[in-house]
């Protein structure tokens, strides 16, 4: 009796090790596409092994997955592919070895392959992230001044066609009064997916340097860093009937760009402009490499309980937060990183960046706090809010030193009644005239010094 107990014991330990020979199954592919870089996410039922090779001549990346069968999953990421993505031309997946899969990407320009794994975490299995920057790193403040003159361009040539118009009008009385002003040029459409060439493409040429009124022009520049929560492979809090924070805050925080940039002397950057995610140290970073004169996160949490509601706006605090709800926001936000994936096998920057932005100044957190009643003073005219003053709590995105920050928390996501109200447009409209007011009053009763922006 005894005996066939041990044997039936040894087979209940023998079944998960048998199990774990088999393949690993791959249950999704995911492409995140965005002008900083490319993310490629391939996500399995057990921890894949892999390597990738960069070719030249044409530019390709090469990936062996070892132990892996090809199925669907791995099939669709050929129709993945978007035109408009800067990095990837195409891709194509076969079965190179008895269970070894090679996925093969024809790429647009040479590009630095970063690969790393992530282990499980809600409501993710493992993953095997590639991400794929450009080789040479754009510069977002130059972006800056170079978009704001083709908006002004652009501004100046409708103004002429509407003079044009209407001096054709004075000149032909005939013309009828209904000949419509003609439209501002349309962007141009995404290019097509280039083929695969079998020369090395010519790398693009450096931007020109500023010239000498550009460079005035940007030291009398207000810059305002908008920070849409969470993004990519993170959808941030998600609501009763399926409206995702990373999409919703997203759309507000473009909404709010065009406001803002419509300001004279007023520029806008964002830390993401599409569905991708962007480290928490990264949006930091990329606001101080602006010089920005205010950071503003906008998010749309969730909470334990359906029934909380309300707006908040936020500070950064050295110490405690000044309520529960506030450290467990603050607690959920700064998870985003282990969600959205980040490499930490290379992060020695950003670890050495976190240990200088917690050197964060006094003079910060009271700037912040002056941005963040103005803000929570006409957000309150809106709708309801969760508390009356700005609370504080240890937000790791809100830890520039040297530039007041503040993130919003536009609604409770979780709250059906406030999830249909951030479904709304003309709700989101009112929103983004709350905050470009609030933004605005502060500049006027605030204005920051010139600085001496350098490249």
Do not use: C
Not at 384 to 411: C, M, N, W, Y
Not at 420 to 449: E, K, M, Q
């Amino acid at each position: 009796m005894k005996r066939r107990q041990l044997l039936r014991g040894a087979g209940l330990v023998l079944l998960p090790l048998a199990t774990a020979t088999h393949g690993a199954v791959v249950v999704a592919v995911r492409l995140w596409p965005a002008l900083a870089y490319t993310r490629v996410t391939i996500e399995s039922e057990r921890a894949l092994d892999a390597r990738h090779v960069l070719t030249e001549a044409p530019h390709r990346l090469a990936v062996d997955l070892e132990g892996v069968e090809l199925d669907g999953a791995l099939r669709e990421l050929v129709g993945k592919v978007r035109p408009d993505d800067p990095y990837i031309a195409g891709v194509r997946v076969g079965q190179y070895q008895p269970r070894v899969v090679r996925l093969v990407f024809d790429l647009k320009q040479p590009v630095r392959a970063d690969q790393f794994a992530l282990t499980p975490v809600p409501p993710y299995r493992h993953r095997l992230i590639f991400d794929l920057y450009p080789l040479q790193e754009l510069d977002p403040l130059l972006a800056l001044v170079r978009e704001r003159e083709a908006a002004g361009e652009r501004a100046a040539q409708t103004v002429q066609d509407a003079l044009g118009e209407l001096i054709a009008r004075v000149d032909r009385p005939g013309l009828p009064a209904t000949t419509p002003v003609p439209a501002m040029p349309s962007p141009p459409a995404p290019p097509a997916p280039a083929p695969p060439v079998a020369t090395t493409p010519a790398p693009a040429p450096p931007p020109a340097p500023l010239t000498a009124a550009e460079r005035e022009r940007v030291q009398r520049l207000l810059i305002v860093a908008l920070d849409a929560g969470h993004g990519g492979e993170d959808p941030g809090a998600i609501g009763p009937t399926g409206l995702r924070e990373k999409d919703v805050v997203l759309a507000i925080a473009l909404e709010l760009r065009e406001r803002l940039n419509s300001v004279p002397g007023m520029r806008v950057m964002m830390t993401r402009e599409g569905d991708y995610f962007v480290p928490l140290a990264e949006r930091v970073r990329k606001a101080r490499r602006v010089q920005a004169d205010l950071f503003v996160s906008i998010h749309a949490d969730a909470f334990m309980r359906p029934e909380a509601r309300g707006a908040s706006v936020f500070a950064l605090s050295t110490g405690g937060a000044t309520s529960t709800a506030a450290r467990w926001m603050a607690e959920r936000e700064n998870s985003a990183d282990r969600v959205g994936g980040v490499n930490v096998a290379g992060v020695k920057d950003a670890q050495l960046l976190r240990a200088m932005l917690d050197m964060s100044t006094t003079a910060q957190i009271n700037d912040s706090l002056k941005v963040g009643h103005e803000v929570l003073s006409r957000i309150g005219r809106v709708g309801r809010l969760h508390k009356r003053r700005v609370e504080q709590a240890g937000f790791a995105v809100l830890k520039a030193p040297d530039i007041p920050s503040i993130l919003v928390e536009t609604a409770f996501i979780s709250n059906p009644e406030e999830e249909s109200l951030l479904r709304d447009p003309a709700h989101r409209t009112r929103l983004v005239d709350a905050l470009a007011a609030g933004i605005r009053r502060y500049f006027a009763r605030n204005p920051p010094l010139v600085r001496s922006r350098t490249l």
